[in-house]
């Protein structure tokens, strides 16, 4: 069940129009309460200095730690409802990884955190952010399959 819940969140992830249209070298991985995003750099998502615009970096640390916060919600879209992200240095080429863990989780709200990696491992960002479950089914007509 699980496996078939975290390849289902995959696809559902990647065919996502932000993904095919705007990120389409994005990778993504889903385990139980872990999850990784990856993207190859393009000067697309350069700002005016030559490296990654913020809204990059916010993107791939609140996706992994979505996706991780979602790997154990098998019924409902979670929606996330605040993320803090930490910027340490600029990147310009290269691949980019985020991972993504679960740290608390109550009824009513997951906290999950992220790192974003260069390809030599060195950390170029990191956040955290909230997570509550929404009242959309998780079903074919989101991506859900």
């Not at 065919?15 to 139980?32: F, G, H, M, S």
């Not at 340490?88 to 740290?103: E, H, L, M």
Request: hydrophobic share 40%; charged share 25%; proline share 1%.
């Amino acid at each position: 069940m699980k496996n078939d819940h975290f390849e289902k969140l995959r696809r559902m992830y990647l065919k996502a129009k932000v993904n095919t249209q705007l990120y389409e070298t994005t990778e993504c991985k889903i385990e139980l309460e872990q999850a990784t995003i990856s993207l190859t750099i393009s000067e697309k998502y350069f700002h005016a200095l030559g490296a990654i615009h913020g809204s990059v970096y916010f993107k791939l640390l609140d996706d992994a730690a979505y996706f991780a916060a979602s790997s154990i919600i098998t019924d409902v879209f979670l929606l996330t409802t605040s993320f803090n992200t930490n910027i340490i240095r600029p990147v310009n080429q290269g691949k980019i990884t985020a991972v993504g863990k679960i740290r608390y989780q109550s009824k009513k709200w997951l906290v999950a955190t992220s790192t974003l990696l260069n390809e030599e491992g060195k950390e170029i960002a990191f956040g955290s952010g909230n997570f509550t479950k929404s009242k959309i089914a998780l079903t074919e007509d989101i991506g859900y399959i």
